[in-house]
Structures are given as structure tokens and as C-alpha cells.
């Protein structure tokens, strides 16, 4: 009647296993006291012989065996003694008075208590049929008599049996119910862990999007299933994003590489001049190391989202590192056509991070204000690039702006998406993984990159926290941008 499955459920048994010491511990308890009463009854019933042989013996002294036999068969015909049963014989063992038909066969114990079998039938009355068992004591009168004195034990009896019959019935039904109610608690239980396995099945068959059903009662079963299904959108979104990453990483490198080996082809035609083979050379080059700083961008980006470099952390003054930055980049701004014009606060701005990736991040984005934002505004306008650095609260800010088209709806929102090109077709010649560097940067130092129009122009924000370590005065800003610094720069 029960399927297999849940007999073997672990909770189906635990349910037994505490019914079973439970039913133990009753049974001992109602043993126990089924075996005092027995015994209390026994007691009441010796007791009453030991008062009859009490009475007898007095009738005896007093009036010798007739007077015994008398009061004997007096005492049979009595109603008012239910139970009591009495015998006299003679040496021969003939009955002379009493209520049983015969002698008993069976042997006294040392204390002359017998337990035996009776048949009715006395001389007085009592139908002949009445057979039963008697406990009584049994006495050798002076002149070879022998007297007996008992009490039916069959009313006893039939209490006891009753009583027996009770207690195994009773044990029956709470077996029946132990093993109804922990098949309750192990279905009710497993129907949920079902649930988990069945979900857990269908997302291993492919079905990323599936989540362990909640019945809203917020038990322990409720918690686990937010969790799991806390974790399993975590992983869907982590899978997604691998995936797309690799789709993309496959289709931005078959080019190159086809590339390449179209240019190595071409260098085995015999015809080809040595300066013909010497272009092909270095355009196949050119294009190897566009391919090498694309692996080197996302191994960045891994890095940085594994959270390692956290380790290494040390006190970085972005002030000097953006002057750093901005050297380097200001020649390249100029070949372009654009000015770069830098508001640095006059006081160092630390803040705890990895400096290398710091300056790579920065260079990003400048690298991204001379390639999309110096060239294509307005010709007649000298292109400005704004590369600021100021502080707010707890956070160290710097901003590149630029002048160019900038970027908005979805391009704004997807620019950080690695592989992600607003430029459709995809001939420019980045790789887009510049911005999902600067953020992945900007999460490692606990930050955040922020992209908006800047009508004209895109404005792009790394926002960090500023090291606490330090005395205040080094939190405070002073950029000459905003009232930054004043209120709340550190713990002073
Ligand atoms: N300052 C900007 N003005 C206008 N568009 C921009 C600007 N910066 C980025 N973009 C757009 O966002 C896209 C993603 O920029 P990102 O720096 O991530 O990649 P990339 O510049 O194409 O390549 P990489 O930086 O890896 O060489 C760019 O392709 C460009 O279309
Ligand atoms: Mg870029």
C-alpha cells in the first residue's frame, strides 16, 4: 500500500523510530501497571481465604468437625459470599460438605496455596457444569480431614483477558497510526524535495530559466527555495554572460585571424616584390598584436572580477596618477586635434587600490575621448577634453568628457558590455572591451563607473572610495569644482 520510495525515506523512518521509543515507553508504563493490579487482586483475594480459614478454624475449636461441616455447608448455600468455594473430605478423600465436586489433583506449595481446577456441583446446589480455575489453601484436619478453602478465580480472569485483549488492540492501532502518520510526514516532505529534484533536472536539461516553486507559507522549505533559486539566477546570469562573452570573443578573432592568413598566403606568391612582402609582414603583425592586446584586455577584466588583485591594495594617489595618465595621452590628444584641459586638486587624493589597473582604467577612457569625442565634433571648435578629479562625501571622483557625438539609449546603457561597439558594423578598431575594464576596475575598488550625455560629449565617471587610513586632511578635497570635502571627508 505504500510505495517503496517512501518507506525508504529517511523521515518515514525517523517518524518510526520516535513512535517506536515513544510506544515503548507506554507499553512499559501500562505493563507495569496492568501487572500491579493483577498482583493487588491476587493479594485481596488471599486475604479474604486467609479471613474464611480464620472463621472456620474458630467453628472447628469450638464445635469440633461436625461444626466445621455445618458451618461448611451454611456457608455454600450463602449468596452473600459470590466466588467463595469450600471442601471438606474425609481421610478417604470423600466429600463430606462443600461447593466443588471433587479434591483437587494438584500439589499445595510449601505455604499449602494451590491454584487448581473445579468442577461445581457441591451437595447444595450449583449446576455441575460450572468448570473453572480456583486459588485456595488446603488444611489436614486432626482425625485424617482435609479442608479446603478457595475463591473462583474465573471473574479474575475475565477481567485480566479483557484487559490484555484492550492493551493489544490498543497496541495495533498505534502501530497502524505510526505508520500512517509518518507516511503522511515523509510524503508532505518529499513532495517538496521533489519539487527541487524536478527543477534541478529541468535546468540540467537546458532550461536555464526555471526556479524552484514557492508556496508562500515562508517555512524552512520557503527559505531554501529562495536561496536555491537566488543562486540558480546568479548562475543563469553568470552562464549567460560567459556564453556571450565566448560567442563574441569566437567572432571578433575569426576575422583577424582570417586576415593573418590571408597575408601569410599571399607571401608564398613568387612574384611578390620583397617590399610587397615586407607590407604583408607588418600588416599580419599589426594585426597579431590587436589580437594579443584583445586576449590581455579580457585576462584584465578576469582579473579584476575575480577579486584577487584586492589582495595587493595599496594606497594610490590619484592625483599624481592621473597627471601620470594625462602626460602620456596629451601628444596622442594633440595629433587628434583636441586639448586636454585638467582641474587636479592641489592636495594628493589617496584612495586604497591596485595603481596599474587604476591607470589603465583612466587611460581607457581618455584613449575612448580622443578616438570617438576629438575628431568628430565641431571642426570650427578647438576639441576640448576635460579630465577632472575631485572628491564628494566619502568618494574620490574623476571624469574624462569629452566633445565628440557621445552616446545614448541603449548605447549608453550596453557601452560597458564586453565586445560591446556602438558602431554596428564594427569597423572601428577596437575590440570593446575598454569600458568593461573600467568598470570591472571601478567594482575590484568597491566603486562604480558612471556614463551620461553630456549634450555634447560623453561623460564618463569613476567613482571610488577614499582611504580612511590616512589623516583627514588628505580626504579632503580641495578641486575648486565643487564644495567637495567639507562635509563628511573622513573621520577626523
Ligand atoms: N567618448 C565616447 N564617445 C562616443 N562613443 C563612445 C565613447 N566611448 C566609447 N564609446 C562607444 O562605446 C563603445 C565601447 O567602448 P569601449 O572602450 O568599451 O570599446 P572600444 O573603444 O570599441 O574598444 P577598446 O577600448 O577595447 O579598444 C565604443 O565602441 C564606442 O562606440
Ligand atoms: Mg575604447
Not at 616584390?273 to 578576469?302: C, N, P, Q, V
Not at 560597458?416 to 572601428?428: H, L, N
Not at 575594464?437 to 555634447?456: F, I, M, N, Q, S
Amino acid at each position: 500500500m505504500f510505495p517503496i520510495r517512501l518507506i525508504r525515506s529517511r523521515v518515514f523512518q525517523l517518524s518510526l523510530l520516535a513512535s517506536a521509543i515513544f510506544g515503548i515507553a507506554a507499553v512499559a508504563v501500562v505493563a507495569t501497571l496492568y501487572f500491579s493490579s493483577v498482583e493487588a487482586v491476587t493479594r485481596q483475594v488471599e486475604a479474604t481465604i486467609d479471613a474464611e480459614i480464620k472463621g472456620l478454624s474458630e467453628q472447628y475449636r469450638q464445635f469440633g468437625p461436625v461444626g466445621l461441616i455445618r458451618a461448611v455447608e451454611r456457608r455454600s448455600r450463602q449468596r452473600s459470599r459470590p466466588g467463595a468455594i469450600y471442601l471438606v473430605v474425609d481421610p478417604g478423600f470423600k466429600r463430606l460438605a462443600g461447593n466443588i465436586a471433587a479434591w483437587p489433583k494438584e500439589e499445595p506449595d510449601a505455604r499449602r496455596w494451590v491454584t487448581f481446577a473445579f468442577r461445581g456441583g457441591g451437595a447444595a446446589d450449583g449446576p455441575a457444569a460450572v468448570k473453572g480455575e480456583a486459588r485456595g489453601r488446603m488444611f489436614r484436619l486432626p482425625g485424617g480431614f482435609f479442608l479446603l478453602v478457595g475463591h473462583d478465580l474465573r471473574e479474575q480472569q475475565r477481567v485480566t483477558a479483557r484487559t490484555r485483549e484492550t492493551l493489544i488492540l490498543a497496541g495495533i492501532v498505534a502501530i497502524l497510526f505510526a505508520v500512517a502518520s509518518g507516511g503522511l510526514l515523509s510524503w508532505l516532505v518529499l513532495r517538496r524535495i521533489d519539487s527541487i529534484n524536478r527543477t534541478s533536472r529541468e535546468i540540467m536539461a537546458g532550461d536555464l530559466a526555471r526556479r524552484v516553486p514557492e508556496t508562500g507559507r515562508g517555512d524552512e522549505f520557503d527559505r531554501l527555495a529562495q536561496s536555491l533559486n537566488a543562486m540558480l539566477a546568479q548562475n543563469e546570469k553568470l552562464f549567460l554572460g560567459m556564453r556571450e562573452v565566448s560567442e563574441n570573443l569566437a567572432h571578433d578573432l575569426r576575422s583577424p585571424l582570417g586576415r593573418i592568413r590571408q597575408r601569410l598566403e599571399r607571401q608564398l606568391s613568387p612574384s611578390l616584390s620583397e617590399s610587397g612582402r615586407k607590407a604583408l609582414t607588418e600588416e599580419a603583425l599589426a594585426e597579431t598584436d590587436r589580437l594579443l592586446s584583445t586576449f590581455s584586455a579580457i585576462l584584465s577584466i578576469a582579473q579584476a572580477d575575480s577579486g584577487g588583485p584586492k589582495r595587493s591594495f595599496e594606497p594610490v594617489d590619484l592625483r599624481t596618477l592621473l597627471q601620470d595618465v594625462a602626460d602620456l595621452y596629451e601628444p596622442l590628444a594633440e595629433d587628434a586635434g583636441a586639448t586636454l584641459a585638467r582641474a587636479l586638486p592641489d592636495r594628493p587624493v589617496t584612495v586604497q587600490g591596485n595603481r596599474d589597473m587604476l591607470f589603465q582604467a583612466c587611460a581607457n577612457l581618455l584613449d575612448n575621448a580622443i578616438e570617438y569625442g576629438a575628431g568628430a565634433g565641431d571642426p570650427a571648435q578647438t576639441a576640448v577634453i576635460d579630465l577632472d578629479l575631485d572628491t564628494a562625501g566619502e568618494f574620490a571622483r574623476f571624469t574624462v568628457r569629452d566633445r565628440g557625438p557621445g552616446l545614448d539609449g541603449e548605447a549608453l546603457e550596453r557601452a560597458r558590455e564586453r565586445f560591446y561597439r556602438a558602431d554596428p558594423s564594427r569597423t572601428t578598431g577596437g575590440s570593446g572591451l575598454g569600458l568593461a575594464l573600467v568598470d570591472a576596475v571601478a567594482r575590484l575598488h568597491d566603486g562604480a563607473l558612471t556614463l551620461a550625455a553630456a549634450g555634447p560629449g560623453l561623460r564618463a565617471a569613476v567613482q571610488i572610495p577614499l582611504d580612511k587610513r590616512p589623516p583627514a586632511q588628505e580626504t579632503a578635497g580641495g578641486t575648486g569644482h565643487e564644495a567637495a570635502g567639507a562635509a563628511g571627508a573622513g573621520p577626523g
